[in-house]
Structures are given as structure tokens and as C-alpha cells.
């Protein structure tokens, strides 16, 4: 019996890089409150999300279609995201580009 399995280095990832028509984001801090000071409830069901590219794939980096670059900022639907356990706080998230609402931009 081959026992190579046994012998796989269990060392932290450093990097992640997605694959396909994806990017990877690091979620924003949850708003605990309202910018008028309504403090907001912890299970509050928001249906969108903010966050910050960490990453982009080649094929959307490539694509003239995706007008996407690492730290962009984004509002996008959680829903299709996939948590990425890769930090204690896990706000890493696998994300189609189909589940892009927005990017922020500057004027």
C-alpha cells in the first residue's frame, strides 16, 4: 500500500487564486450600527455585502468584459459566494463574477 497520502505537507496556504470567471473578496466589517446611530440587530439579513477584490482569475483579468482589478471595492450577493476558511475571521469569499452588483468608483 502507497502511504504518500500520509506524507502531504500540512503547511498553511499562503495564496489563493480563483479559477474561472471568479474573484476572491475579503468581506467588509458587519455595520453594527446606522451612520444616524441605530444600532443594528446581529441577525440582521442583508442581501448584498461590500468588500475588496484580494484577487482576480486570469480569464477575468484577461477579459475586457470584466472591468475588475484587485482592490476594488464591490457590493455583491452572498448567496452565491463560497467561504474560503483560510483566516480565523473567515471573511474570504469566492465570487462569480455573475454575483457582481456594483463597483465603487471615484470620480
Same mark, same amino acid.
Given at each position: 500500500?502507497?502511504?504518500?497520502?500520509?506524507?502531504?505537507?500540512?503547511?498553511?496556504?499562503?495564496?489563493? %487564486?480563483?479559477?474561472?470567471?471568479?474573484? +476572491?473578496?475579503?468581506? *467588509?466589517?458587519?455595520?453594527?450600527?446606522? @451612520? $444616524?446611530? =441605530?444600532?443594528?440587530?446581529?441577525?440582521?439579513?442583508?442581501?448584498?455585502?461590500?468588500?475588496?477584490?484580494?484577487?482576480?482569475?486570469?480569464?477575468? %483579468?484577461?477579459?475586457?468584459?470584466?472591468? +475588475?482589478?484587485?482592490? *476594488?471595492?464591490?457590493?455583491?450577493?452572498? @448567496? $452565491?459566494? =463560497?467561504?474560503?476558511?483560510?483566516?480565523?475571521?473567515?471573511?474570504?469569499?469566492?465570487?462569480?463574477?455573475?454575483?457582481?452588483?456594483?463597483?465603487?468608483?471615484?470620480?
Amino acid at each position: 500500500m502507497d502511504n504518500t497520502l500520509n506524507n502531504i505537507p500540512t503547511e498553511p496556504f499562503e495564496t489563493i %487564486e480563483p479559477i474561472g470567471k471568479r474573484v +476572491l473578496i475579503r468581506k *467588509d466589517e458587519d455595520k453594527k450600527q446606522t @451612520k $444616524g446611530g =441605530i444600532q443594528l440587530p446581529d441577525t440582521i439579513e442583508i442581501p448584498t455585502i461590500t468588500g475588496r477584490i484580494v484577487s482576480v482569475s486570469a480569464e477575468v %483579468e484577461m477579459s475586457s468584459e470584466f472591468p +475588475l482589478s484587485q482592490y *476594488d471595492k464591490l457590493l455583491f450577493n452572498p @448567496k $452565491g459566494a =463560497i467561504p474560503v476558511d483560510f483566516e480565523g475571521d473567515n471573511r474570504l469569499f469566492v465570487v462569480d463574477v455573475e454575483n457582481i452588483v456594483a463597483v465603487f468608483r471615484k470620480q
